[in-house]
């Protein structure tokens, strides 16, 4: 292999670490929220838009820091999605499928508040800084290193939450059985809302950073929805370590399919590498967790 095949081999591998990490939060958001209550979250996708969106205009002529208007949209977009859980979610709790179908009756209501809002055109936040890394001809710009380690920083930080601290312990065991966990005092009302304002944080940062590496537009949180729903399906509903595994599986398979065979398929070969799995193991790569595995006992 020549060293011309070599950069763009670890070329390759750099991208993909880049888009692993913002599926991962995706998809983190919508295993978290399914593991607890059973209700896939496509609504989720409009809440990154809104998020991409807020963060821009936070943004938008100096008014903040990009690193300061990122965790500013994922507050509010945090109270937006408690809200929405309060006044509408809440009521579905006993029967999922009718929270899968306020979900996409959100879909259209969000889209038109952005519409509202922001209007049809795209808007762009430029990197942070325009500096690369250059090593043996492999270019890494400094602004995708900074959203790899947010990533990587945020990832970690929900796991220990949800490991070592009291929220975490009471949201696993209302995942395990909620009748159980109310009976033991853990106010399960609530720690159900708590985790729709951190998947509604969730969705707003990925939207934020995505804004900074990608055009911003109607339908950037509706694409990356089917991604992040192909990689909480792959692996493994409710599982968080399977998502964010899943989540490098896809980033790796995406970038070096498109690198190396046809671009123009670049959704087809997600969703070929989660229909494959599926078929093999219907549960996903790791054991369903949550409401999933419940049904299937």
Known sequence: MSSSDLSFFFQQVFNAIRISGVYALVALGITVIFGLTGIVKFSFGELLTIGAFLTFSLWDNDRLPF??????????????????ERAAFRFTLDTPINGFIVSLGLILVLQNL?????????????????SKWVTHGVYMPVHDWIVIW????????????LRLTKYGRAVRACAEDRDAAALMGIPVDWVIAGTFALGGALAATSG???GSINVINLYIGSSYLLKGLAVA???????????????????????FAVAYFQPEWRDGYTFALMILVLLVRPTGLFRARGQLQRTLQ
């Open 150 to 161: 947010i990533t990587v920083g945020i990832i970690a930080a929900l796991f220990f939450a």
């Open 208 to 210: 934020g950073l995505l």
């Open 114 to 130: 952005v519409i509202e809002i922001w209007g049809t055109s795209p808007r762009a936040i430029p990197p942070l800084t325009a």
């Open 67 to 84: 690193l300061i208007a990122v965790p500013v949209a994922a507050v509010v977009v945090g109270l937006l999605a408690l809200l929405l």
């Open 233 to 255: 399906l792959l692996g493994g509903l409710g599982n968080i370590e399977g998502a964010v595994v899943a989540a490098i599986l896809v980033g790796v398979t995406e970038t």
